[in-house]
Nanobody, 123 residues
Framework: HVQLVESGGGSVQAGGSLRLSCAASGYTRSSNCMGWFRQAPGKEREGVAAIYTGASDTTYAESVKGRFTISQDNSKNTVYLQMNNLKPEDTAMYYC?????????????????WGQGTQVTVS
């Protein structure tokens, strides 16, 4: 049974940086796909970044390429999202999620395990 806990959100000015962390536990597989999603009020949940842990393959939404970086620390069972040059449009609740697939994807339908979310506000 997978459990995910996000942390690291907060309020920053445009151009600032934040690093989100997702602590994972309860995995039954040695490889997995982990993703970061975000949802602003009145908008659909959208994929931000994903990593296939078995191969460290990553993918990003076009809107965050060059600014966000997803990474993992297997020894800590933790996935990170480094967010640089933040913009007001990045303001959203950010969720960590896990998918039982053997490849990378930002399609929300693949993800069956979700954290509670951490708020990011950029002004």
């Amino acid at each position: 049974h997978v459990q995910l806990v996000e942390s690291g959100g907060g309020s920053v000015q445009a151009g600032g940086s934040l690093r989100l962390s997702c602590a994972a536990s309860g995995y039954t597989r040695s490889s997995n796909c982990m993703g970061w999603f975000r949802q602003a009020p009145g908008k659909e949940r959208e994929g931000v970044a994903a990593i296939y842990t078995g191969a460290s393959d990553t993918t990003y939404a076009e809107s965050v390429k060059g600014r966000f970086t997803i990474s993992q620390d297997n020894s800590k069972n933790t996935v990170y999202l480094q967010m640089n040059n933040l913009k007001p449009e990045d303001t959203a609740m950010y969720y960590c999620a896990a998918a039982d697939i053997r490849f990378r994807s930002l399609w929300v339908g693949y993800y069956k395990h979700w954290g509670q979310g951490t708020q990011v506000t950029v002004s």
